[in-house]
């Protein structure tokens, strides 16, 4: 088992920056990516980012996300970060982070069914 405990929300104004942590302890051997999705009211989880782990640091971003948003991670202390700049009221939502275990993909998967475990979400919200 392993688990996944994200950290970093809160509330900004558009334009704003946040960011995000998700540290990951237990059974951590095999994870073969992490990512963030968020959900919003009214909407599917979406994927927003995500990182392989132990291949060169090798990432993937939504179109939503690219440009504005990185991804990165500290192997040393299990811990995945989402550092979010000039941030959109449309970013609002609840953000989870995610990791794939004993799987491998050529390329990341940046979709929910792909994941197998799952954190608890921390919440973003931007205000206009």
């Known amino acids: 088992q392993v688990q996944l405990v994200a950290s970093g929300g809160g509330s900004v104004q558009s334009g704003g920056s946040l960011s995000l942590s998700c540290a990951a302890s237990?059974?951590?051997?095999?994870?073969?990516?992490l990512a963030w999705f968020r959900h919003a009211p009214g909407k599917e989880r979406a994927g927003v980012a995500a990182?392989?782990?132990?291949?060169?640091?090798?990432?993937r971003y939504a179109a939503s996300a690219q440009g504005r948003f990185t991804i990165s991670q500290d192997n040393a202390k299990n811990t995945m970060y989402l550092q979010m700049n000039s941030l959109k009221p449309d970013d609002t939502a609840m953000y989870y982070c995610?990791?794939?275990?004993?799987?491998?993909?050529?390329?990341?998967?940046?979709?929910?069914?792909?994941?197998?475990?799952w954190g608890q979400g921390t919440q973003v919200t931007v205000s206009s």
């Open positions: 237990g059974y951590t051997v095999n994870i073969y990516s």
């Open positions: 995610a990791a794939i275990r004993n799987a491998y993909y050529d390329t990341i998967p940046l979709v929910p069914d792909a994941y197998n475990a």
């Open positions: 990182i392989a782990i132990g291949s060169y640091g090798r990432t």
